[in-house]
C-alpha cells in the first residue's frame, strides 16, 4: 500500500526566505514521487516528480525535492520564497493510482 | 504541452437536480480519464477511473448510480451527478491519461466547484 504524510497544514515564510515544505511517504514498491501546486478553485500543475532516476529533482518555478530512501522522504524546497509561491502543495505516491497528501498551505509574508 | 478543460468551471444547482460536468483532453486521445472530488481544505480522492468505450470503475464507496461516468469518446469523459444533495457540494477534478504514456502521467483539469442548494 501506498501512503503520503506532508507535516505541516500551513507554512508560513517570509518573501525571500528558504521554503520547505515535508512529505514522507509509505510504500511497499519503488515509489514514483509527485509534488503539485494548487491555487486557488483551479485544478493541479505538477511541479515535479521522481521515478526512480536522479535523486534531486529539480521543478518548475526554482523548486526542487530530494528522494531520501532512508528517510523515505521526498521534501519539496525552494531557497528564495515569492509572493507568486503562494498556494497550496500537495505530495502525492503512485502506485496504481495517485494518493495524495493532505496539503500544504503556503503563505508567503512580504 | 497536454491540455485539459472541464466544463463547467462552477455550477450551483437546487437540491434533487442532476448536473453534468464534462472532462475534455484538448490535444490528445485520452484512452483513461480520472475523476477526483476534493473537500474543502482536504485532499484530492480518487472517485472513478473510466476507460474510453468500457464502464468505469468505482472506488470503494462511491455510489455509482449517483455519479454517472461516460467515456463515449477518446476525448470526453462526463460526470453526471444525480439527484444532488448538499453534501454532494465539492470541488471536482478530472485528468487525463495518453495511452502512450507511462500511467502516472496525469493531466489534471482546472476542476469544476460544484454548490447544490
Known amino acids: 500500500a501506498q501512503s503520503v504524510t506532508q507535516l505541516g497544514s500551513h507554512v508560513s515564510v517570509s518573501e525571500g526566505a528558504l521554503v520547505l515544505l515535508r512529505c514522507n511517504y509509505s510504500s511497499s514498491v519503488p515509489p514514483y514521487l509527485f509534488w503539485y501546486v494548487q491555487y486557488p478553485n483551479q485544478g493541479l500543475q505538477l511541479l515535479l516528480k521522481?521515478?526512480?532516476?536522479?535523486?534531486l529533482v529539480k521543478g518548475i518555478n526554482g523548486f526542487e525535492a530530494e528522494f531520501k530512501k532512508s528517510e523515505t522522504s521526498f521534501h519539496l524546497t525552494k531557497p528564495s520564497a515569492h509572493m507568486s509561491d503562494a498556494a497550496e502543495y500537495f505530495c502525492?505516491?503512485?502506485?496504481?493510482?495517485?494518493?495524495f497528501g493532505t496539503g500544504t498551505s503556503l503563505t508567503v509574508i512580504p | 504541452g497536454a491540455v485539459v478543460s472541464q466544463h463547467p468551471s462552477r455550477v450551483i444547482c437546487k437540491s434533487g437536480t442532476s448536473v453534468k460536468i464534462e472532462c475534455r483532453s484538448l490535444d490528445f486521445q485520452a484512452t483513461t480519464m480520472f475523476w477526483y472530488r476534493q473537500f474543502p481544505k482536504q485532499s484530492l480522492m480518487l472517485m472513478a477511473t473510466?476507460?474510453?468505450?468500457?464502464?468505469?470503475?468505482?472506488e470503494q464507496g462511491v455510489e455509482k448510480d449517483k455519479f454517472l461516468i461516460n467515456h463515449a469518446s477518446l476525448t470526453l469523459s462526463t460526470l453526471t451527478v444525480t439527484s444532488a444533495h448538499p453534501e454532494d457540494s465539492s470541488f471536482y477534478i478530472c485528468?487525463?491519461?495518453?495511452?502512450?504514456?507511462?500511467?502516472?502521467?496525469?493531466?489534471f483539469g482546472p476542476g469544476t466547484r460544484l454548490t447544490v442548494t
Open positions: 485528468s487525463a491519461n495518453p495511452g502512450t504514456e507511462s500511467s502516472y502521467e496525469q493531466y
Open positions: 521522481y521515478t526512480s532516476a536522479a535523486t
Open positions: 502525492a505516491v503512485f502506485g496504481n493510482q495517485f494518493y
Open positions: 473510466s476507460n474510453e468505450g468500457s464502464k468505469a470503475t468505482y
